[in-house]
């Protein structure tokens, strides 16, 4: 059985920075694409970035794009967010996720494996 533990959430002040990290145990993390999502109180589940596998292509969504940055280190099993620049509008509780596939990564259907979550609060 796969589990996602996520953590590295706070808060920060506008502009700053924060580095989300997500281990995986049950299977390797060469053989899954991982995903991160986030969520504000009252609106819909929305994607922020992807690393695909075997690949390591990279997704992001165009409002983190350039500010936020996700990698994988396989041999800590590990998946990290990097996240730049920070704004208000990115105040979310964030979650990792992990995937079997390699295609349509923007999508939470795709993903079968979910951490709890962090939350990350961004002051103005």
């Known amino acids: 059985q796969v589990q996602l533990v996520d953590a590295g959430g706070g808060l920060v002040q506008a502009g700053g920075s924060l580095n989300l990290s997500c281990v995986v145990s049950?299977?390797?993390?060469?053989?899954?694409?991982m995903g991160w999502f986030r969520q504000a109180p009252g609106k819909e589940r929305e994607f922020v970035s992807a690393?695909?596998?075997?690949?390591?292509?990279?997704i992001y969504a165009d409002s983190v794009k350039g500010r936020f940055a996700i990698s994988g280190d396989n041999a800590k099993n590990t998946v990290y967010l990097h996240m730049n620049s920070l704004k208000p509008d990115d105040s979310a509780h964030y979650y990792c996720a992990a995937s079997v596939w390699n295609i349509e990564l923007r999508y939470a259907r795709r993903y079968a494996y979910w951490g709890q979550g962090t939350q990350v609060t961004v002051s103005s």
């Open positions: 690393i695909t596998r075997p690949t390591g292509g990279t």
């Open positions: 049950g299977r390797t993390l060469s053989t899954l694409s």
